[in-house]
């Protein structure tokens, strides 16, 4: 493996399967949305940066109802493999979302301390309803509960990059999920 790649080991879920997933919650996600929203009033996906933007992008495209994409940035405070339950709000939403049905989209539930304070933003934002959607869940660390209304995958406690996601800003653009392995 080249010096580029240093760090990551092996694949966890492929491109191929990550495709076929998002296809699948795309479908769920219009399906229980269709009857809620419309072109006046459509579904806000809110991309979670940095780490959703990828998946977001593929979701999006998987959806056959009306959307709105906002991105808000965050950033949680602590060293790269963990988070301190501290979220700072770097890029807010361009639009409000009162009334709106807003989508969370994440990368992964950790700690679950993000989302749990985004979903309390949101609702706080008197948003109409507050729906996450996570590709990853990684229930071994979960600090705090968060509900996921449409998840991608589970997985074990184990650092993952790609698709999206980094270990000090690195690998996010592999194309396939693998594992974080700091001496390979
Ligand atoms: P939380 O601990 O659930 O608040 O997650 C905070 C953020 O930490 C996530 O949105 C990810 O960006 C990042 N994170 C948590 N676990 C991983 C991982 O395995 N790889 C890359 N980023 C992660």
Same mark, same amino acid.
């Given at each position: !493996?080249?010096?580029?790649?240093?760090?990551?080991?092996?694949?966890?879920?492929?491109?191929?399967?990550?495709?076929?997933?998002? %296809?699948?919650?795309?479908?769920?996600?219009?399906?229980?949305? %269709? +009857?809620?929203?419309?072109?006046? +009033?459509?579904?806000?996906?809110?991309?979670?940066?940095?780490?959703?933007?990828?998946?977001?992008?593929?979701?999006?495209?998987?959806?056959?109802?009306?959307?709105?994409?906002?991105?808000?940035?965050? %950033? +949680?405070?602590?060293?790269?493999?963990?988070?301190?339950?501290?979220?700072?709000?770097?890029?807010?939403?361009?639009?409000?979302?009162?009334?709106?049905?807003?989508?969370?989209?994440?990368?992964?539930?950790?700690?679950?301390?993000?989302?749990?304070?985004?979903?309390?933003? !949101?609702? +706080?934002?008197?948003?109409?309803?507050?729906?996450?959607?996570?590709?990853?869940?990684?229930?071994?660390?979960?600090?705090?509960?968060?509900?996921?209304?449409?998840?991608?995958?589970?997985?074990?406690?184990?650092?993952?990059?790609?698709?999206?996601?980094?270990?000090?800003?690195?690998?996010?653009?592999?194309?396939?999920?693998?594992?974080?392995?700091?001496?390979?």
């Amino acid at each position: !493996m080249g010096e580029a790649l240093n760090g990551v080991g092996y694949v966890l879920l492929d491109r191929t399967k990550l495709e076929k997933r998002v %296809r699948e919650l795309g479908w769920a996600i219009s399906e229980h949305y %269709r +009857s809620r929203v419309s072109p006046s +009033s459509p579904l806000v996906v809110v991309s979670v940066l940095k780490g959703s933007f990828i998946f977001a992008a593929d979701l999006v495209r998987a959806l056959d109802i009306p959307v709105r994409i906002e991105f808000l940035g965050v %950033r +949680s405070y602590g060293d790269s493999t963990t988070s301190s339950g501290v979220v700072q709000v770097t890029q807010d939403l361009s639009h409000s979302v009162e009334e709106q049905d807003v989508l969370l989209v994440e990368d992964i539930v950790d700690t679950g301390l993000t989302s749990a304070f985004l979903l309390e933003q !949101m609702q +706080s934002r008197r948003a109409r309803t507050v729906g996450l959607c996570s590709l990853l869940n990684k229930p071994a660390r979960a600090v705090v509960p968060v509900q996921i209304d449409f998840l991608g995958f589970t997985i074990e406690d184990l650092f993952v990059v790609g698709y999206g996601l980094d270990a000090a800003q690195r690998f996010r653009n592999l194309p396939d999920l693998c594992v974080f392995q700091e001496d390979t």
